[in-house]
């Protein structure tokens, strides 16, 4: 099983003036990382005839917000290629899915909310659960995802978002 996880958050920009520097990193991480990792980890997959990627978008995967475009772009790509691949090696035994995280405890969000006060509210109103989520919950969606208990499962999204994308 593999989760690729990496990623990074870029600045709020309005989409007019967003540097294509920033735009071609985040890029460059968020989705040539998922897809160069997901092409090598396949390699070795297809070999055994076996395996489970789990590949990490977000709600920005699911839902567009201002200022998000280059970010929620590659979450959305995430997505196309959980789907694309996922179809395309459900019949030789591999299974591929991606987990949709809301707004994680994590460094990416105290970097994002630093100097933001009104940032955590504006948050709060939309994750209906009114908390951030933990990394662990994201990681027992990956390992159940990873896990023969989603053994039907292929190509979906999961939003793990304390109801985020419910509303
Ligand atoms: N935290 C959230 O609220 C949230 C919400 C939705 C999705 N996500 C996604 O979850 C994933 C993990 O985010 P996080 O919140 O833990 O962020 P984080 O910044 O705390 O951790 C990101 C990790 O990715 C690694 N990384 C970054 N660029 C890399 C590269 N080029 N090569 C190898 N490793 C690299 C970093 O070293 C770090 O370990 C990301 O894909 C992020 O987009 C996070």
């Not at 994201?138 to 390992?143: C, H, K, R």
Request: glycine share 12%; charged share 15%; hydrophobic share 45%.
């Amino acid at each position: 099983m593999a989760f690729n996880n990496a990623g990074i958050q870029v600045p709020p920009s309005d989409a007019a003036d967003e540097p294509i520097e920033q735009f071609d990193r985040v890029v460059a991480v968020n989705q040539r990382g998922v897809w160069s990792c997901m092409k090598h980890e396949l390699r070795v997959m297809r070999e055994q005839g076996s395996g489970a990627i789990v590949n990490c978008s977000s709600l920005g995967g699911l839902v567009g917000l201002p200022q998000r475009a280059a970010y929620h772009g590659t979450k959305h790509a995430v997505l196309g290629m959980t789907k694309s691949a996922g179809v395309e090696y459900a019949p030789r035994g591999i299974r591929i899915n991606a987990v949709c995280p809301g707004t994680i405890d994590t460094p990416m969000v105290a970097d994002m909310l630093q100097g933001q006060s009104d940032a955590m509210a504006e948050i709060m109103k939309q994750q209906s659960i009114g908390r951030l989520g933990h990394p662990e919950e994201v990681a027992a969606a990956v390992l159940w995802l990873c896990s023969p208990a989603a053994s039907f499962v292929i190509g979906i999204g999961l939003p793990v978002d304390g109801g985020f994308t419910a509303h």
